[in-house]
C-alpha cells in the first residue's frame, strides 16, 4: 500500500535560480565526486585493511559489495524522496548519513562494524547521488547553462572512480587506510552547511512513497546483484547462487507489475516508452560494466605485475581523469549544434578500442607500451557520452520525475558496475585456474630440485608462471568486457534517435518539461 508522504502544500512556489551559480555547482559536483570515488578509493587499501581487521580474502571483498549493493539497490527510492520532500535537503540528508557512516568506519575496530558501515555508507549516497543531479535542472537554465553544468558534473562523475584510486594510495601510504574514511567526514559537513546558502531547492511535490515499489525493485536488485557476486566466488550451481537469482526474478517481476498498477510509482513505466531515454539506460548500463572491469583489474595489473606501490599505482590512473574531463568540456560544448547521438557513437567506439587493446595484455606489457594508451582511448570516450547521456535522460521528463529519471541512470551505472565486475571476475577465475593447471604442468616439468623445494614448501608458483596465470585470465576478462562495449556501441548506433528540433532554445532534445503534475511529453517517443 502506498504510504502517504507529510507534505501537504498542493501548490508550492517555483524554486528560484541561485545568485552564485558556481558555487551552486562546486557544492553538487562535490557531492556527487564524494559518492563515486567511494565505490574505489578503498581499493587499493584492501591489503592493509585485511592485516588490520584479520578478514580472510572472501570476507575482504564485502568491503566493496557492502557499499556497492546498498549504493546501487537504493538509488531509485533515494530519487522519490527527493522528488517528494525536496532535492536541497535530501542531498544534505544523504551527505550527513555518508558522512556519519564513514566516521564510524574509519573507527572500526572488527570486520563486521566496518562492513555495517560500508552498507551504511551506500545508503547516504542513494539518497544523496540522484538528488545532485536533478538539482542541476533546478538551478541551471535549460540549454547552453545547463550543459555546461552538466560538463563539470560529467567530468567530476566520470573521473570519480580513477580520483578514488589515486586518493586512496596517497591516504593509504602517507596515513593509514581509516583515513580513507575520515576524509568524508570535513567533506560532508562542508557541503551540509554550504548547500542551504548557496543551491535553490526545488519544488515538493505533493505525492505519495511507493512502499511496494520501493522493497521489491531495492531487495530486487540486491539480489542479483549478489547472485553475480556469490556465482563469482562459489560457482553458478550454488544453492544460494540460484535462490538469489530466483529471488531477483520474482522481486523485479512483481517490481514492474506494481509500477504498471500503481498511481505514483517509483519508477513511472512511461518513462521508457521514450526510445532515446531507454538506449541511454542501456549504454550506460554496458558501459558501467566495462568502467568498473578497468579500475579493477588494471589496478591489479600494475600493483601485482608491475609491482606499483600503491601511491604510484594510484598516479597510473591520473590519465583517464585528464581524458574524461577534457572530452566531456568539449561534449558539453558542442551538444547544441551536434545533438547526443554522434557522442554516444564515438564514445563508445573509443571505449570500445580500448578495450580490445587491453585484451593483449601478457607479461610483457609496460604501462607505456599497455596500459596508457587503451586507458587514454577509454577516459576519451567515457567523457565524450557522460555529458549526453545524461541530458537524454532527463530530457522531457516531468520536473515531479526528475529524481526517477536520474535515479535510475545512477542506479544502471552502479548496477551495471556491480553485474559487469562479477561476470567478468568470474571468467577471469576460470581462465586464470585454467592456466593455472597449464603452467603448473610446464613448470614442474622444467624445474629445478630446488624451485620444487621452494614450491613444495610455499604452494605457490614462481612469480613468472603465476604473472603469465594472472595476466592470462585478466586478457579473457577484457575479452567479455569487449563484448559489453560493442553491444553499447550497438545501442548508439541503432536505438539512439536525432531528437527533433526542440521549440524553444534549449539545444537538440532537451525539450521543456511538463508542467507541475503533468506527465511528461515524449517528443521523441515512437512505436517502431
Same mark, same amino acid.
Given at each position: 500500500?502506498?504510504?502517504?508522504?507529510?507534505?501537504?502544500?498542493?501548490?508550492?512556489?517555483?524554486?528560484?535560480?541561485?545568485?552564485?551559480?558556481?558555487?551552486?555547482?562546486?557544492?553538487?559536483?562535490?557531492?556527487?565526486?564524494?559518492?563515486?570515488?567511494?565505490?574505489?578509493?578503498?581499493?587499493?587499501?584492501?591489503?592493509?585493511?585485511?592485516?588490520?581487521?584479520?578478514?580472510?580474502?572472501?570476507?575482504?571483498?564485502?568491503?566493496?559489495?557492502?557499499?556497492?549493493?546498498? /549504493?546501487?539497490?537504493?538509488?531509485?527510492?533515494?530519487?522519490?524522496?527527493?522528488?517528494?520532500?525536496?532535492?536541497?535537503?535530501?542531498?544534505?540528508?544523504?551527505? #550527513?548519513?555518508?558522512?556519519?557512516?564513514?566516521?564510524?568506519?574509519?573507527?572500526?575496530?572488527?570486520?563486521?562494524?566496518?562492513?555495517?558501515?560500508?552498507?551504511?555508507?551506500?545508503?547516504?549516497?542513494?539518497?544523496?547521488?540522484?538528488?545532485?543531479?536533478?538539482?542541476?535542472?533546478?538551478?541551471?537554465?535549460?540549454?547552453?547553462?545547463?550543459?555546461?553544468?552538466?560538463?563539470?558534473?560529467?567530468?567530476?562523475?566520470?573521473?570519480?572512480?580513477?580520483?578514488?584510486?589515486?586518493?586512496?594510495?596517497?591516504?593509504?601510504?602517507?596515513?593509514?587506510?581509516?583515513?580513507?574514511?575520515?576524509?568524508?567526514?570535513?567533506?560532508?559537513?562542508?557541503?551540509?552547511?554550504?548547500?542551504?546558502?548557496?543551491?535553490?531547492?526545488?519544488?515538493?511535490?505533493?505525492?505519495?512513497?511507493?512502499?511496494?515499489?520501493?522493497?521489491?525493485?531495492? =531487495?530486487?536488485?540486491?539480489?542479483?546483484?549478489?547472485?553475480?557476486?556469490?556465482?563469482?566466488?562459489?560457482?553458478?550451481?550454488?544453492?544460494?547462487?540460484?535462490?538469489?537469482?530466483?529471488?531477483?526474478?520474482? #522481486?523485479?517481476?512483481?517490481?514492474?507489475?506494481?509500477?504498471?498498477?500503481?498511481?505514483?510509482?517509483?519508477?513511472?513505466?512511461?518513462?521508457?516508452?521514450?526510445?532515446?531515454?531507454?538506449?541511454?539506460?542501456?549504454?550506460?548500463?554496458?558501459?558501467?560494466?566495462?568502467?568498473?572491469?578497468?579500475?579493477?583489474?588494471?589496478?591489479?595489473?600494475?600493483?601485482? =605485475?608491475?609491482?606499483?606501490?600503491?601511491?604510484?599505482?594510484?598516479? !597510473?590512473?591520473?590519465?583517464?581523469?585528464?581524458?574524461?574531463?577534457?572530452?566531456?568540456?568539449?561534449?558539453?560544448?558542442?551538444?547544441?549544434? #551536434?545533438?547526443?547521438?554522434?557522442?554516444?557513437?564515438?564514445?563508445?567506439?573509443?571505449?570500445?578500442?580500448?578495450?580490445?587493446?587491453?585484451?593483449?595484455?601478457?607479461?610483457?606489457?609496460?604501462?607505456?607500451?599497455?596500459?596508457?594508451?587503451?586507458? #587514454?582511448?577509454?577516459?576519451?570516450?567515457?567523457?565524450?557520452? /557522460?555529458?549526453?547521456?545524461?541530458?537524454? !535522460?532527463?530530457?522531457?521528463?516531468?520536473?515531479?520525475?526528475?529524481?526517477?529519471?536520474?535515479?535510475?541512470?545512477?542506479?544502471?551505472?552502479?548496477?551495471?558496475?556491480?553485474?559487469?565486475?562479477?561476470?567478468?571476475?568470474?571468467?577471469?577465475?576460470?581462465?586464470?585456474?585454467?592456466?593455472?593447471? @597449464?603452467?603448473?604442468?610446464? /613448470?614442474?616439468? @622444467?624445474?629445478?630440485?630446488?624451485?620444487?623445494?621452494?614450491?613444495?614448501?610455499?604452494?605457490?608458483?614462481?612469480? @613468472?608462471?603465476?604473472?603469465?596465470?594472472?595476466?592470462?585470465?585478466?586478457?579473457?576478462?577484457?575479452?567479455?568486457?569487449?563484448?559489453?562495449?560493442?553491444?553499447?556501441?550497438?545501442?548508439?548506433?541503432?536505438?539512439?534517435?536525432?531528437?527533433?528540433?526542440?521549440?524553444?532554445?534549449?539545444?537538440?532534445?532537451?525539450?521543456?518539461?511538463?508542467?507541475?503534475?503533468?506527465? !511528461?511529453?515524449?517528443?521523441?517517443?515512437?512505436?517502431?
Amino acid at each position: 500500500m502506498a504510504i502517504p508522504s507529510t507534505i501537504t502544500r498542493s501548490s508550492p512556489p517555483r524554486a528560484r535560480r541561485g545568485q552564485h551559480p558556481g558555487i551552486a555547482l562546486a557544492v553538487i559536483a562535490t557531492t556527487q565526486l564524494m559518492v563515486i570515488l567511494d565505490a574505489t578509493i578503498v581499493n587499493i587499501a584492501l591489503p592493509h585493511i585485511a592485516t588490520a581487521l584479520k578478514l580472510s580474502t572472501t570476507n575482504l571483498s564485502w568491503v566493496i559489495n557492502a557499499y556497492t549493493l546498498t /549504493f546501487g539497490g537504493l538509488l531509485l527510492l533515494g530519487g522519490r524522496i527527493g522528488d517528494i520532500m525536496g532535492r536541497r535537503r535530501t542531498l544534505m540528508a544523504g551527505v #550527513l548519513l555518508f558522512s556519519f557512516a564513514s566516521l564510524l568506519g574509519g573507527l572500526a575496530t572488527a570486520p563486521w562494524m566496518l562492513l555495517a558501515a560500508r552498507a551504511l555508507q551506500g545508503m547516504g549516497g542513494a539518497i544523496a547521488s540522484p538528488t545532485a543531479l536533478a538539482l542541476i535542472t533546478t538551478n541551471f537554465k535549460e540549454g547552453p547553462e545547463r550543459n555546461r553544468a552538466f560538463g563539470v558534473f560529467s567530468a567530476v562523475a566520470g573521473a570519480g572512480g580513477a580520483i578514488g584510486l589515486l586518493a586512496g594510495g596517497m591516504l593509504t601510504t602517507w596515513l593509514s587506510w581509516r583515513w580513507v574514511l575520515f576524509v568524508n567526514v570535513p567533506i560532508g559537513i562542508a557541503i551540509a552547511l554550504l548547500a542551504p546558502l548557496y543551491i535553490n531547492d526545488s519544488e515538493r511535490r505533493p505525492g505519495r512513497f511507493d512502499l511496494p515499489g520501493a522493497l521489491s525493485s531495492t =531487495v530486487g536488485m540486491v539480489s542479483l546483484v549478489y547472485g553475480f557476486i556469490r556465482a563469482s566466488q562459489d560457482g553458478w550451481s550454488d544453492p544460494w547462487t540460484l535462490g538469489a537469482f530466483g529471488l531477483a526474478v520474482v #522481486l523485479l517481476a512483481a517490481f514492474l507489475l506494481i509500477e504498471s498498477r500503481t498511481a505514483q510509482p517509483i519508477t513511472p513505466l512511461r518513462m521508457f516508452r521514450n526510445r532515446n531515454r531507454s538506449g541511454s539506460y542501456g549504454i550506460m548500463l554496458c558501459l558501467a560494466a566495462a568502467m568498473f572491469s578497468i579500475f579493477f583489474f588494471v589496478t591489479l595489473f600494475v600493483q601485482d =605485475v608491475l609491482l606499483y606501490s600503491p601511491l604510484r599505482a594510484g598516479l !597510473a590512473f591520473l590519465p583517464i581523469s585528464f581524458a574524461i574531463v577534457t572530452a566531456a568540456q568539449i561534449s558539453a560544448r558542442l551538444q547544441i549544434k #551536434l545533438g547526443p547521438k554522434p557522442f554516444f557513437i564515438l564514445g563508445s567506439l573509443l571505449v570500445t578500442a580500448g578495450i580490445s587493446w587491453l585484451t593483449q595484455i601478457d607479461v610483457g606489457t609496460s604501462y607505456v607500451s599497455g596500459i596508457l594508451g587503451p586507458t #587514454l582511448l577509454f577516459g576519451l570516450g567515457m567523457g565524450c557520452i /557522460f555529458v549526453p547521456i545524461m541530458l537524454t !535522460a532527463v530530457a522531457g521528463v516531468a520536473p515531479a520525475e526528475t529524481g526517477a529519471a536520474t535515479g535510475m541512470l545512477n542506479a544502471t551505472q552502479q548496477v551495471g558496475g556491480s553485474l559487469g565486475l562479477s561476470i567478468l571476475v568470474t571468467v577471469f577465475g576460470t581462465a586464470s585456474r585454467n592456466e593455472g593447471k @597449464h603452467q603448473a604442468a610446464q /613448470f614442474l616439468a @622444467h624445474a629445478t630440485p630446488q624451485q620444487l623445494a621452494a614450491f613444495k614448501q610455499s604452494g605457490q608458483l614462481p612469480k @613468472h608462471y603465476s604473472d603469465l596465470v594472472l595476466t592470462h585470465g585478466i586478457s579473457t576478462a577484457f575479452e567479455m568486457g569487449l563484448v559489453f562495449a560493442l553491444l553499447a556501441a550497438v545501442i548508439s548506433v541503432f536505438v539512439i534517435k536525432k531528437p527533433p528540433a526542440p521549440a524553444t532554445p534549449g539545444g537538440p532534445g532537451l525539450h521543456d518539461a511538463a508542467p507541475a503534475g503533468e506527465p !511528461a511529453k515524449e517528443a521523441d517517443e515512437e512505436a517502431a
